[in-house]
């Protein structure tokens, strides 16, 4: 018979830093009693960690004493390898700071997730937890797409371990099929003789089909948590799980469950946009690590596009499978090589007594477009696209960009351009200047990111985000325009971190020159001038 392990407080809390509200808690477990399910991971059990971290994070013996677990499910926590192996004790005394015997907890039930080079390793932890008296479940993380020796090897070792009680195999990057269910399952059966469990993950929205395909196999435990809440994308559904199993037979029921996930999950799930979509999809074809797809989606600067480009980016660095905070901060700072800081002075008074008109690929532009072109072709200002505007073709004298996250998802168009492109180099990779046509003049003009500041000399600028707004705005100033216009700058909504940045970025400009001249002529909710692109010329 199947067993159904409920971990919503413990995958959940990667969305809510493990701080579920005492209501939330207090009716989850009485759902879970009330459906009769087998096992409920409580949380993690760790060290002290930087940062605020809310009681599941730590699901300590303490919290637990005072918590009311009402007799039914068997409660687990889940412990990582590394925080054990990276302990700076032996494995068995930090098994004895980090758990006390079962006789003495409410819980029975410890899982260690490790990845595949932790395996030879994990013997004494396992080995020190039964010592203690509890029920041990081992879970092999991204098992997806690993070779059917390795996993052998795996399950090879787990079976010498004394002690174990289930081995669960986990799809963390969410791309496995029930093909690859099956292919693991048995790859893990030429060693080992136990209770199979797996974890399943809802990128590819297959999460409750591989638990069904996994049981249809003769895996015994299937994971799952109340509406997916889950990082990343998220889990099998509970809810979903038991609409199918609960026809079968009538050792579960569904209804508590529904209920819950009604009233407190899914507006949960509305504010904090766990579950499939085409980006967790496409992060799952890439073998991108989860969490990168779900900062990227939590981060208010980056549009669909601009995920996606940023996938595509992850995807070329090494160990993506493996997320991290340093990898995902050295993409989204898009430093290139870390060259030093280079420029030079061709843009030096470049529009002195001349009109430059920067452009925004804004709605505003796409509004007015044909009055747009019309207003170039009259007035004949020197036209600045932010970004790649392929809309204006010949219209634009210079393109600018910056190497923020708008790169990433333009960068194919690059080779197309012929106009001179003002960037700076230091930023790009030599192999990222390579994509630009030999026919494209490349203008070097440097720029620094430094808080609450904004200047522009001769060489280089310094700008306060990282927007190329900005380095537009310092390239116009140290061209001397006459007068700097503004097109496709509609703006965002007044709590945008885009729309905050720019105000600020406006703000600072007060020592600008162009800052007197500065008109925007296409509808803007920045506090610029306002003028009219039908106004009379």
Not at 99 to 119: D, P
Not at 458 to 465: A, R, T
Not at 494 to 522: C, G, P, W, Y
Request: some cysteine; aromatic content about 10%.
């Amino acid at each position: 018979m199947f067993k159904i392990l409920d971990c919503t407080l413990r995958d959940g809390g990667y969305y809510n830093h493990w701080d579920f509200s005492p209501a939330v808690v207090q009716a989850y477990i009485q759902a879970m009693v009330a459906a009769k399910i087998d096992y409920v991971e409580l949380g993690l059990r760790n060290f002290a960690q930087p940062g605020f971290r809310g009681a599941f994070a730590y699901t300590s013996e303490d919290f637990l004493n005072r918590l009311e677990l009402p007799e039914g499910p068997t409660y687990g926590v889940m412990v990582d390898a590394k925080t054990i192996l990276s302990s700076p004790l032996s494995v068995e005394d930090a098994i004895d700071s980090l758990f006390v015997n079962s006789s003495k907890s409410k819980i029975g039930l410890v899982r260690v997730a490790a990845h595949f080079h932790e395996v030879e390793h994990s013997g004494a932890i396992i080995e020190a937890l039964k010592e203690k008296g509890y029920m041990v479940g081992y879970n092999l993380m991204q098992a997806g797409g690993k070779s059917s020796e390795l996993i052998a090897k795996m399950a090879n070792i787990a079976q010498t371990w004394h002690g174990l009680d289930v081995l669960y195999f986990a799809d963390s990057l969410g791309n496995m099929d029930g093909d690859e269910v099956k292919r693991i399952v048995a790859a893990l059966r030429e060693h080992w003789h136990g209770e199979l469990g797996i974890h399943t993950h809802n990128n590819m929205a297959k999460a409750l089909d591989n638990c069904l395909t996994a049981r249809s196999v003769g895996v015994k435990w299937l994971d799952s948590t109340i509406t997916g809440m889950g990082r990343g994308a998220g889990n099998a559904q509970t809810e979903n799980l038991l609409a199918v199993v609960s026809q079968e037979n009538d050792k579960y029921s569904a209804t508590p469950v529904y209920e819950l996930a009604i009233r407190y999950f899914e507006g949960m799930q509305k504010k904090c946009g766990w579950g499939s979509n085409l980006l967790y999809f496409l992060g799952a074809q890439h073998n991108l690590h989860p969490t990168y797809i779900q900062n990227l989606l939590a981060d208010s600067h980056f549009g669909t596009d601009e995920v996606i480009g940023a996938i595509d980016y992850l995807s070329q660095q090494d160990n993506k499978s493996s997320y991290s905070g340093d990898v995902y901060r050295a993409a989204l700072s898009f430093s290139g090589e870390n060259k030093q800081l280079s420029g030079s002075t061709d843009l030096c008074a470049l529009a002195l007594q001349q009109e430059v008109l920067i452009i925004a690929n804004g709605p505003g532009l796409h509004q007015y477009l044909a009055d747009v072109i019309a207003y170039i072709e009259k007035k004949k200002p020197i036209v600045i696209a932010i970004n790649v505007i392929a809309e204006l073709g010949d219209y634009v004298n210079y393109y600018c960009l910056s190497h923020n996250n708008k790169f990433l998802s333009e960068s194919e168009s690059y080779n197309t351009l012929i106009k001179p492109v003002i960037l700076p180099k230091h930023r790009f990779s030599q192999v990222e200047l390579a994509l630009f046509s030999e026919e494209c003049q490349l203008i070097d003009y440097g720029l620094e990111v430094r808080t609450g500041q904004f200047t522009a000399s001769d060489k280089s600028c310094v700008v306060p985000f990282d927007i190329t707004v900005a380095y537009a705005f310092s390239v116009a100033e140290i061209m001397k325009a006459n007068n700097v216009t503004l097109v496709g700058f509609n703006g965002y909504e007044s709590h945008d971190t885009r729309q905050l940045e720019m105000l600020e970025t406006i703000n600072l400009m007060h020592n600008f020159k162009i800052t007197d001249d500065l008109v925007a002529l296409t509808p803007t909710t920045y506090p610029l001038t306002q003028g009219s692109i039908y106004a009379p010329v």
